[in-house]
Each structure stands twice: as structure tokens, then as C-alpha cells.
Nanobody, 122 residues
Framework: QVQLVESGGGLVQAGGSLRLSCAASGRIFSIATMGWYRQSAGKPRELVAAITSGGSTNYVDSVKGRFTISRDNSKNTVSLQMNSLKPEDTAVYYC????????????????WGQGTQVTVSS
């Protein structure tokens, strides 16, 4: 019903920047919250940043002041600008769409992207 397509991962040196983008497509009526999670080897997936349709944001403490999440509700896209990257930011980053209302089915759904690798070298 819904696909999330991510782009923008890659390899960067410590102190550098990357921008992740995610586009949601399909039978979407609305998306309450969009966000980015990450998972590194041997660790559970964690929320990095999230943004509601009204623009309220939430960040994990470790990225505050370095990462900025933004969203275009009209295009169902979400981006994550990552500055001052650190080796500990290395992970697979996943786009998330939560409380998605579809045009053709009742209920609310959650969707995930396929993940994009971010590697920060020291």
C-alpha cells in the first residue's frame, strides 16, 4: 500500500555532513509522524529524530544540536540533515512513517524504509 524510499547515505569523515531523504508513496491520506531510526551492529534500533505533521520535533540526546529533521507534508517527504558527524553515528538509518491513514482501508498503519548505510570514519 505504501512504500518508503530512502536516499543520501554514504561514507563521510568525522566532522562532515550528510543529508538523508525519504519519500513515501502510495494510497496515503495522511501521516501523523515521520522519523528516522538507526541501528548499528549489536545494538537495538533507536529513534534518532521524529517530526509530526504539525512540525513538532523530537531528537535523541546524542544528536541534538547536530541533526535537523524536516518534512514536506504536501509531498510526504522527510529529510534529516546531519552535521558534525561522529564515528558513533555509523549505522543503518531507517525512515519511518507512523499512524498512516490510507485512502482505501480503515485503521492506521506503520511503514519502514529499506534502510540506508551511514558510515563515519575517524
Amino acid at each position: 500500500q505504501v512504500q518508503l524510499v530512502e536516499s543520501g547515505g554514504g561514507l563521510v569523515q568525522a566532522g562532515g555532513s550528510l543529508r538523508l531523504s525519504c519519500a513515501a508513496s502510495g494510497r496515503i491520506f495522511s501521516i501523523a509522524t515521520m522519523g528516522w531510526y538507526r541501528q548499528s551492529a549489536g545494538k537495538p534500533r533507536e529513534l534518532v529524530a521524529a517530526i509530526t505533521s504539525g512540525g513538532s520535533t523530537n531528537y535523541v540526546d546524542s544528536v541534538k544540536g547536530r541533526f535537523t529533521i524536516s518534512r514536506d507534508n504536501s509531498k510526504n517527504t522527510v529529510s534529516l540533515q546531519m552535521n558534525s558527524l561522529k564515528p558513533e553515528d555509523t549505522a543503518v538509518y531507517y525512515c519511518n512513517a507512523d499512524q498512516v491513514v490510507l485512502t482505501n482501508l480503515p485503521g492506521k498503519y506503520i511503514y519502514w524504509g529499506q534502510g540506508t548505510q551511514v558510515t563515519v570514519s575517524s
